[in-house]
């Protein structure tokens, strides 16, 4: 992001005084100024004494990062003696737009500025060009491009075109990427498509940005796993977290589904019956070993309502060894019935 960017994105005014950090940032761009008269770029494309020249090339390099994407171009000479001669052409650098803009947006961005660029040369050169490559980092923009069935998004849909209209998908070649050590779209970080924020915190991207969702939400920052800032972020968080209790004997043994089950109600929800509209409750029977599930309706929630569930959930799934509930009246009651009718069987006539 460029200083007038910064500014504008604060709502700065013109006779506001300019904040610290912008000011500081300002007087270190200023002393690179006064590097330039030190920076030299020969006007010749080919020296004096070189020769005849046999093969005339144009190498245009492109990339993108979270501040811009830029270009530049080189004409690349060999004599008759295979001596080589590199010279810089061009260049052209685009601040990253005000809205935030994905990498590879970017990177599609200056691939089309580099096909412009070649056309601009091929017209202005009085040097007949034997070959022209493109060089990009990025494996994602070279398959845009390879593309010519497969329907994209309209802002790369139309700069693909343009591409494709411009040259051929021959002349593109990707370069290693240890010469590159910024953040690519086809690196680790690519598939979380990044980008730096206001406050130069690299996030993920995404499609919510129209969404009403606190933007820490859905585009949350990308923290390095074996930094002591990470750790420092995280830690109250993690103590604030409750622990789970430790788990009982019934969730750790191996035996056939609902062999120890818990029982809750949920609802009501509505039903219509008629011209009425009637309460009805969801029973939600949960294995305590493989946390499957199995709902019976209860009509209300009185003790014999449940115990009518809960006779259905048998003879459904078979006998259960434990059940476990919460205190409601209802499973308490019927807790009292079940046990009473247990001791009043007769084990001689059964």
């Known amino acids: 992001m460029t200083i007038l960017q910064e500014l504008c994105r604060n709502n700065a005014g013109w006779d506001d005084p300019v904040p610290s950090d ?65 010279s810089f052409v061009l260049g052209k650098a685009r601040v ?40 990009t980092d990025s494996r994602v923009v070279l398959g845009y491009i390879a593309n010519s069935t497969r329907c994209f998004h309209v802002f790369a849909a139309n700069r693909d075109q343009e591409i494709q209209d411009k040259m051929s998908i021959s002349q593109w070649r990707l370069y290693k990427q240890e010469f590159n050590p910024d953040i690519s779209p086809s690196g680790p ?21 129209l969404s009403d969702i606190l933007g820490q939400c859905y585009h949350p920052a990308i923290l390095p796993k074996t930094s002591h800032v990470t750790e420092i972020i995280i830690r109250p968080y993690h103590h604030k977290e409750q622990r789970l209790a430790e788990l009982q004997n019934d969730q750790l043994e191996t035996a056939p589904p609902f062999t120890n089950c818990a029982v809750d109600y949920f609802g009501p929800f509505m ?8 309460k009805h409750y969801g029973v939600l029977f949960t294995c305590m070993a493989s946390t499957a599930v199995h709902v019976e309706v209860s009509a209300t929630l009185e003790t014999n309502s449940f115990i009518n569930a809960f006779r259905r959930f048998v003879s459904r799934r078979g006998p259960i060894r434990q059940l476990r509930s919460d205190q409601g009246t209802n499973f308490v009651a019927a807790r009292r019935e079940l046990k009473v009718a247990l001791e009043e069987l007769d084990n001689d006539k059964i």
Not at 99 to 128: D, N, P
Not at 189 to 209: A, E, F, M
């Open 22 to 86: 912008v000011q500081s940032k300002w007087l270190i761009r200023k002393a690179e100024l006064e590097e330039l008269q030190n920076f030299a770029i020969p006007r010749r494309y080919k020296p004096i004494d070189f020769g005849r020249v046999i093969k005339a090339e144009i190498h245009h390099f492109l990339d993108a990062s979270f501040k811009g994407y830029r270009q530049c171009s080189y004409l690349r000479l060999v004599n008759e003696n295979g001596e080589i001669c590199s």
């Open 96 to 135: 990253m737009p005000s809205k935030a803009v994905t990498v590879l947006r970017l990177e599609l961005r200056a691939a089309v500025l580099s096909a412009r660029v070649s056309e601009y040369l091929k017209l202005e050169l009085e040097i007949e060009i034997t070959n022209e490559v493109f060089w």
């Open 189 to 209: 970080l690519g598939i979380l498509d990044p980008y730096k924020d206001s406050n130069s915190i690299i996030r993920v991207g995404g499609q919510l940005n």
């Open 271 to 278: 039903i219509r019956e008629g011209c009425k509209d009637l």
